[in-house]
């Protein structure tokens, strides 16, 4: 079983930094598309960042110039570099890890979750 375990979340000023981590199981990171999704209170779960195995990463258009996704394959782990936080960044960041198979067999595995809080 494939497991993704967050952390780096907590509280910062806006205009701060923060930076998540994504520990994966089963040498994954390497294989799978990683991504990172958040969810506000009251609010849909939205894609943030993602990273394909052939290193090719997407970014929502709120986050553009402010957070980098990056993965470090030994050591099965992936990050999210947010800088220039914005209270609107406010909500629990969960780590995502999917596959496609070819037989099309979807394999789609997610963390705990992380709170990154910004405020003053």
């Known amino acids: 079983q494939v497991q993704l375990v967050e952390s780096g979340g907590g509280l910062v000023q806006p205009g701060g930094s923060l930076r998540l981590s994504c520990a994966a199981s089963?040498?994954?990171?390497?294989?799978?598309?990683m991504g990172w999704y958040r969810q506000a209170p009251g609010k849909q779960r939205e894609l943030v960042a993602t990273?394909?195995?052939?290193?090719?990463?997407n970014y929502a258009d709120s986050v553009k110039g402010r957070f980098a996704i990056s993965r470090d394959n030994p050591k099965d782990t992936v990050y999210l570099q947010m800088n220039s936080l914005k209270p609107e960044d406010t909500a629990v960041y969960y780590c995502?890890?999917?596959?496609?198979?070819?037989?099309?067999?979807?394999?789609?595995?997610w963390g705990q979750g992380t709170q990154v809080t910004v405020s003053s």
């Open positions: 995502n890890a999917r596959r496609i198979l070819l037989d099309a067999r979807l394999l789609d595995y």
């Open positions: 089963r040498n994954i990171v390497s294989r799978y598309t």
């Open positions: 990273v394909t195995s052939g290193g090719t990463t």
